[in-house]
T-cell receptor, first 109, second 115 residues
Framework: GQNIDQPTEMTATEGAIVQINCTYQ??????LFWYQQHAGEAPTFLSY????GLEEKGRFSSFLSRSKGYSYLLLKELQMKDSASYLC??????????FGQGTELSVKP | GAGVSQSPSNKVTEKGKDVELRCDPI?????LYWYRQSLGQGLEFLIY????????KSGLPSDRFSAERTGGSVSTLTIQRTQQEDSAVYLC?????????????FGPGTRLTVT
C-alpha cells in the first residue's frame, strides 16, 4: 500500500522558521512534491525533489532523502499569509500523485 | 493564460440522483487528473488520463463513478446514484505530460453536497 505521513497541525510565530516533515512508504518513487493550500482554495505548487538534497526557492526550501523515505519543507521568515495547509505528495509509477493528509500551519503574530 | 477551470463551482443534489462535473484543462496539457477532498482531509486520487493511453482508474471508489476525456481535452466526471458519503470537493488538475517533474495545476474545484 501507499503511506505518507505528516503532522496534522503546527503553530509558529511570524518571522520565525518552521520545518514540516513528511515520511513516505510507496510502491515506486518518481519524485516528491509540496503544495500549499489556503482554506477554500485549490492547491498551488511549491517545490519538487527527485534527487537527494536541498532545493531552495526564496523563503521556501525542500529536502529529500530517498534512502530514508523522508522529506521536509522549510519556511523561513514566516509571514501571516503563510498560514495554510501544506501537502506532501509522492509521484509513483504510472504518473499519479499520492497525497498525505496535509499539515495545517498557523502563523501567530 | 487561462488556468484549469471547473464547473459548476457548487452542486447540491438529492441522494440517488446522477451528477456530472466538468473540467477544462490548460491548453496543451496532455495529462489530466481527478481528486476528491473531503472536509479536513488530504487529496484522494480518483482517475488519471495521459494522452491517448488507457486511463488509470485505480482510485475510483465504486462503479458508480466514471470519467471520460473527449478529444484529449475536456473531461467529465460522472457520479451515478449519489450517496451522502460522496459529498466532497472534487478537484481537477492538469500537467504538461507524463514526465515526473511536471507539476500539476489545480482547478478551483466543485463542491458537491448530497442531501
Amino acid at each position: 500500500g501507499q503511506n505518507i505521513d505528516q503532522p496534522t497541525e503546527m503553530t509558529a510565530t511570524e518571522g520565525a522558521i518552521v520545518q514540516i516533515n513528511c515520511t513516505y512508504q510507496t510502491s515506486g518513487f518518481n519524485g516528491l512534491f509540496w503544495y500549499q493550500q489556503h482554506a477554500g482554495e485549490a492547491p498551488t505548487f511549491l517545490s519538487y525533489n527527485v534527487l537527494d538534497g536541498l532545493e531552495e526557492k526564496g523563503r521556501f526550501s525542500s529536502f529529500l532523502s530517498r534512502s530514508k523515505g523522508y522529506s521536509y519543507l522549510l519556511l523561513k521568515e514566516l509571514q501571516m499569509k503563510d498560514s495554510a495547509s501544506y501537502l506532501c505528495a509522492v509521484r509513483i509509477q504510472g504518473g499519479k500523485l499520492i497525497f498525505g493528509q496535509g499539515t495545517e500551519l498557523s502563523v501567530k503574530p | 493564460g487561462a488556468g484549469v477551470s471547473q464547473s459548476p463551482s457548487n452542486k447540491v443534489t438529492e441522494k440517488g440522483k446522477d451528477v456530472e462535473l466538468r473540467c477544462d484543462p490548460i491548453s496543451g496539457h496532455t495529462a489530466l487528473y481527478w481528486y476528491r477532498q473531503s472536509l479536513g482531509q488530504g487529496l484522494e486520487f480518483l482517475i488519471y488520463f495521459q494522452g491517448n493511453s488507457a486511463p488509470d482508474k485505480s482510485g475510483l471508489p465504486s462503479d458508480r463513478f466514471s470519467a471520460e476525456r473527449t478529444g484529449g481535452s475536456v473531461s467529465t466526471l460522472t457520479i451515478q446514484r449519489t450517496q451522502q458519503e460522496d459529498s466532497a470537493v472534487y478537484l481537477c488538475a492538469s500537467s504538461l505530460g507524463r514526465a515526473s517533474s511536471y507539476e500539476q495545476y489545480f482547478g478551483p474545484g466543485t463542491r458537491l453536497t448530497v442531501t
